[in-house]
């Protein structure tokens, strides 16, 4: 599943293709891939996308204010300002050249003002867009209970966030709510640089403990995203490259190996119900 460094990259592979062009087809193949509270996507036709972004794991497509628009029986407010693509576990954002054809797993597709076409495929279909305006994004329980970005918390914030939870401190830093973006591969590998068992209840975590979390979650994340994310199953960016972090795992998927700290065998274990892998010698 796509985390944090994996949105970042595919926000920013797909900004130099899309950026600045109109949308002027919509196709919906499934619909309900569409959320239930979106507008429908048809309201993006002759919207122009503005740039990308990225919230959590979300990949957002930031449309442009439409000036010729403001008249009274329209007004501004009704307006989207936002495409929001939440990938999941199997969703991918491609852009293709004009001529592309659907594939077996495609799901919409946006046709371009250049003729290229910007395709959002899901194999498993668990994947999700929400067109809409802030107002109807509230509405959006997943949007509206989104935690902090992990990247813009300092110091004692992570203290503050985490230190009434009786939950492990790896199930506080997986759950949405509290922080967005972070997943099972960069709550494991923080927890392993930052020496903390990850089965350890959250609130018995000290602040300089939290504070040393937050900057090798920090570290983690941005080390992950200059190599463009970490390819485990399917995961592409906009170009269809894989990244690269991968193979500066230290925890996760090496249960059964060496620790590359200590030497010590990685241990496997449960935690919030996902695979977890832990240095029995090394973190505590
Ligand atoms: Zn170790």
């Known amino acids: 599943m796509p985390e944090l460094p994996e949105a970042e990259t595919i926000a920013r592979t797909l900004s130099p293709m899309v950026a600045g062009r109109r949308i002027t087809?919509?196709?919906?193949?499934l619909p309900r891939v569409v959320h239930p509270l979106s507008l429908p996507l048809a309201a993006l036709c002759g919207r122009r996308i503005a740039k990308t972004g990225r919230r959590g794991k979300l990949v957002l497509l930031m449309l442009e204010a439409e000036k010729d628009m403001g008249h009274a029986a329209t007004p501004c407010t009704e307006q989207p300002d936002?495409?929001?693509?939440?990938l999941r576990m199997t969703g991918r954002l491609f852009v293709y050249p004009a001529g592309q054809s659907a594939g077996k797993h495609t799901r919409a597709i946006f046709t371009l003002d250049d003729g290229h076409k910007l395709f959002f495929d899901d194999a498993r279909t668990f994947g999700l867009l929400f067109l809409g305006t802030e107002a109807l994004r509230?509405?959006?329980?997943?949007?509206r209970t989104l935690g902090a970005e992990p990247l813009l918390l300092q110091g004692t914030a992570l203290y503050a966030a985490v230190h009434a939870r009786r939950a492990a401190i790896k199930a506080v830093l997986l759950d949405q709510k509290v922080l967005a973006?972070?997943?099972n591969i960069y709550a494991d590998e923080s927890l392993f640089r930052a020496s903390i068992d990850p089965r350890r209840?959250?609130?018995s975590l000290s602040q300089q403990e939290c504070r040393t979390l937050l900057a090798c979650l920090h570290e983690v994340l941005?080390?992950?995203i200059a190599q463009c994310g970490s390819s485990i199953r399917d995961y592409r960016d906009a170009h269809g490259d894989a990244g690269a972090f991968q193979n500066s795992f230290h925890v996760y998927g090496r249960g059964g190996q060496p620790c590359h700290s200590c030497g010590c065998v990685l241990e496997r274990c449960t935690v919030a119900g996902r695979g977890t892998v832990v240095c029995p010698h090394c973190q505590h």
């Open 181 to 183: 973006g972070v997943g």
């Open 25 to 29: 087809q919509v196709q919906v193949l």
């Open 82 to 86: 936002m495409l929001a693509v939440h």
């Open 201 to 203: 209840p959250a609130a």
């Open 222 to 224: 941005q080390e992950s």
């Open 138 to 143: 509230q509405r959006w329980p997943f949007w």
